[in-house]
């Protein structure tokens, strides 16, 4: 089993930045994929970015530009760096762990933009 917990969401004005930990414990593996998502009120979960083992990133064009997904093998977390927050980006942020024996994911962390 894999467990994810989410970190570093908050309240932050437009045009803020706000960084995001993930930490994934238990049997991982070395062949991963690493995924933040998040959830508006009233919305569908979206897709917001993607890293991969070898290190190629991928991102949703709403964030494209703004956030930066990284991660760090040795320490098990990925992180998601957001930046130019605006209003829209309000959710919940979960992150999510796809290995050969499944697909996991954390509690999430709520992130609000406001002024």
């Known amino acids: 089993q894999v467990q994810l917990v989410e970190s570093g969401g908050g309240l932050v004005q437009p045009g803020g930045s706000l960084r995001l930990s993930c930490v994934a414990s238990?049997?991982?593996?070395?062949?991963?994929?690493l995924l933040w998502y998040r959830q508006a009120p009233g919305k569908e979960r979206e897709w917001a970015a993607t890293?991969?083992?070898?290190?190629?990133?991928f991102y949703a064009d709403s964030v494209k530009g703004r956030f930066t997904i990284s991660r760090d093998n040795a320490k098990n977390t990925v992180y998601l760096q957001m930046d130019s927050l605006k209003p829209e980006d309000t959710a919940v942020y979960y992150c999510?762990?796809?290995?050969?024996?499944?697909?996991?994911w954390g509690q999430g962390t709520q992130v609000t933009v406001s002024s």
């Open positions: 890293t991969i083992s070898g290190g190629s990133t």
């Open positions: 999510s762990l796809q290995q050969s024996n499944g697909l996991y």
């Open positions: 238990g049997r991982i593996f070395s062949t991963n994929t």
